[in-house]
């Protein structure tokens, strides 16, 4: 990553930036009334930024979910979740949507995942986890095109001002509401 300076988005037009945020807490109202609880919403969101190359964005889900009690080894897993046995079959089904609205560009969502997600998932969580996956792929674009600091912890550097403090969870696509 250069170390140029890049025009970040919530800065630049916060109006904007908020009302992804707005969005954000809608859906996650949406998430809470399906009963998406947080480890599976954090999994989901960390897969996708690892899916799109958002170091920000894994950082604070990594951090939510440990706050969410997900412990080292889960968070571990979800890269090759594929391989591992430490997910249920509900949360295949949506690591397995995660990447088919990740990389949707490259067929959809194919009947398969689709058909396969709506026999293990209710509808309601289907449409639930669906919201949050489209929050956070918003929310990856924003901080990659910012190139957001992701500074090595307890290093002393800070991130630069114009991306929200991961601390603070500068967003909650599909968080707490």
Request: hydrophobic residues 40%.
């Amino acid at each position: 990553m250069g170390e140029e300076r890049r025009v970040h988005l919530s800065k630049s037009a916060p109006e904007a930036y908020a009302a992804l945020r707005s969005f954000s807490k809608v859906v996650g109202g949406i998430a809470a009334a399906a009963g998406i609880d947080a480890r599976l919403r954090e999994i989901v969101q960390i897969h996708a930024s690892q899916l799109n190359g958002c170091a920000y964005c894994v950082r604070v889900h990594v951090d939510g979910a440990v706050k969410a009690g997900v412990d080292a080894d889960v968070i571990a897993q979800i890269a090759t979740w594929r391989e591992s046995g430490v997910f249920d079959e509900r949360e295949r089904a949506a690591l397995e949507l995660t990447e088919s609205f990740t990389f949707i560009h490259e067929e959809g969502i194919a009947d398969e995942v689709y058909d396969r997600a709506g026999g293990i998932l209710s509808q309601d969580e289907y449409v639930a986890l669906s919201w949050i996956l489209v929050a956070i792929n918003a929310f990856n674009r924003v901080a990659i095109a910012g190139r957001y600091p992701v500074p090595p912890r307890g290093s002393g550097a800070t991130p630069d001002d114009g991306a929200p403090p991961p601390a603070t969870a500068g967003h909650d696509h599909g968080g707490d509401a």
